[in-house]
């Protein structure tokens, strides 16, 4: 007769097999779509490609759309929602209104992606090949993708506006606690700070640091003010290149340009101002190879935060839209 310790070890063991095999948990895989979509990786690419090669800044747009879908509910696809009678969406949340774009890059892709392989390609997984398409084109590193996620069926204003994600205001500790909640180090944190190496942002968002802060470099803060005017209100939208030297390769300028204080926000130059941060910045600023492998474990990692699997969520037909 089994005694009550190895009865309860048992029972545990169904309880772990249970969960295993439940038809809700999944994990993702770098081949899930191997049998069911083969041509997902080349159709994705040929419409980014196009899309970079009209605008190197879109590159740095879809990157971007990754990031602050991850970190609101996970990785499944919600920023994509436009606000429908039950639900207001993230599009217009503060760190997302006037601010994050290349939808209709996207709805290409999920078009091109639905004439290949018809329902089988969710919405959120085309963001993440998009995000390392976008990086690999730019001449930054490759990385297999990890693939699986579903979409969700709504998306949360007061999610992506609760302040999970970090604003360009950010502290360093700010900027650390935000990051861990999600699951990703300090080091994650500044790898990923590197995409930076790419894009653009808006005059109302560097403001403040080019006329008000010291830690920045007399000559880079003039030239950057001539297109950002002091009153605010005033040249809102204007745009400055986030890495002064070339903006549009992914490289380790981002992180040279920091040393020099050239950071263009507040959170970027934080990184490299007598914090816990600044070895890592030096590291990335001189090695090329340490910065793209860290890059791209975090990538993977931000990939990875709460995913739809499995029976959970589902395969939208339009992105903008639940089924």
Same mark, same amino acid.
């Given at each position: 007769?089994?005694?009550?310790?190895?009865?309860?070890?048992?029972?545990?063991?169904?309880?772990?097999?249970?969960?295993?095999?439940?038809?809700?948990?999944?994990?993702?895989?770098?081949?899930?779509?191997?049998?069911?979509?083969?041509?997902?990786?080349?159709?994705?690419?040929?419409?980014?490609?196009?899309?970079?090669?009209?605008?190197?800044?879109?590159?740095?747009?879809?990157?971007?759309?990754?990031?602050?879908?991850?970190?609101?509910?996970?990785?499944?696809?919600?920023?994509?929602?436009?606000?429908?009678?039950?639900?207001?969406?993230?599009?217009?949340?503060?760190?997302?209104?006037?601010?994050?774009?290349?939808?209709?890059?996207?709805? #290409?892709?999920?078009?091109?992606?639905?004439?290949?392989?018809?329902?089988?390609?969710?919405? #959120?997984?085309?963001?993440?090949?998009?995000?390392?398409?976008?990086?690999?084109?730019?001449?930054?590193?490759?990385?297999?993708?990890?693939?699986?996620?579903?979409?969700?069926?709504?998306?949360?204003?007061?999610?992506?506006?609760?302040?999970?994600?970090?604003?360009?205001?950010?502290?360093?500790?700010?900027?650390?606690?935000?990051?861990? #909640?999600?699951?990703?180090?300090?080091?994650?944190?500044?790898?990923?700070?590197?995409?930076?190496?790419?894009?653009?942002?808006?005059?109302?968002?560097?403001?403040?640091?080019?006329?008000?802060?010291?830690?920045?470099?007399?000559?880079?803060?003039?030239?950057?003010?001539?297109?950002?005017?002091?009153?605010?209100?005033?040249?809102?939208?204007?745009?400055?290149?986030?890495?002064?030297?070339?903006?549009?390769?992914?490289?380790?300028?981002?992180?040279?340009?920091?040393?020099?204080?050239?950071?263009?926000?507040?959170?970027?130059?934080?990184?490299?101002?007598?914090?816990?941060?600044?070895?890592?910045?030096?590291?990335?600023?001189?090695?090329?190879?340490?910065?793209?492998?860290?890059?791209?474990?975090?990538?993977?990692?931000?990939?990875?935060?709460?995913?739809?699997?499995?029976?959970?969520?589902?395969?939208?037909?339009?992105?903008?839209?639940?089924?």
């Amino acid at each position: 007769m089994a005694s009550s310790s190895s009865l309860g070890v048992m029972c545990m063991f169904v309880v772990v097999i249970s969960i295993l095999g439940s038809s809700t948990w999944a994990a993702l895989s770098t081949d899930f779509y191997s049998k069911s979509c083969p041509k997902v990786f080349t159709t994705v690419e040929s419409v980014v490609e196009s899309a970079v090669s009209k605008e190197p800044r879109m590159g740095a747009s879809l990157v971007r759309l990754f990031f602050h879908d991850c970190f609101v509910n996970g990785c499944d696809g919600s920023i994509l929602l436009d606000d429908t009678s039950s639900f207001t969406g993230e599009k217009t949340a503060g760190p997302n209104n006037n601010s994050v774009r290349g939808f209709e890059v996207v709805d #290409a892709i999920k078009a091109l992606v639905e004439k290949v392989c018809p329902g089988v390609v969710s919405c #959120a997984d085309i963001l993440a090949i998009a995000a390392r398409d976008s990086v690999v084109i730019l001449g930054g590193p490759d990385w297999d993708v990890k693939l699986g996620r579903r979409d969700s069926k709504t998306a949360s204003f007061s999610a992506a506006n609760s302040g999970v994600i970090p604003p360009p205001t950010a502290t360093l500790g700010q900027l650390i606690n935000r990051f861990n #909640a999600r699951g990703l180090s300090a080091k994650d944190m500044v790898a990923l700070s590197g995409a930076h190496t790419i894009g653009k942002a808006r005059c109302a968002l560097f403001r403040d640091r080019i006329y008000n802060e010291t830690n920045i470099d007399g000559s880079f803060a003039k030239t950057t003010q001539s297109s950002c005017p002091r009153t605010s209100g005033s040249g809102d939208n204007n745009l400055a290149p986030l890495d002064v030297e070339t903006q549009n390769s992914f490289d380790l300028k981002y992180f040279k340009n920091l040393l020099n204080k050239k950071g263009l926000l507040h959170s970027d130059q934080i990184l490299f101002n007598g914090g816990s941060t600044d070895s890592l910045v030096k590291t990335y600023s001189s090695n090329v190879k340490t910065f793209y492998s860290d890059f791209v474990t975090a990538m993977i990692k931000m990939g990875d935060i709460t995913p739809l699997t499995g029976s959970n969520g589902e395969i939208r037909k339009n992105c903008r839209r639940p089924n």
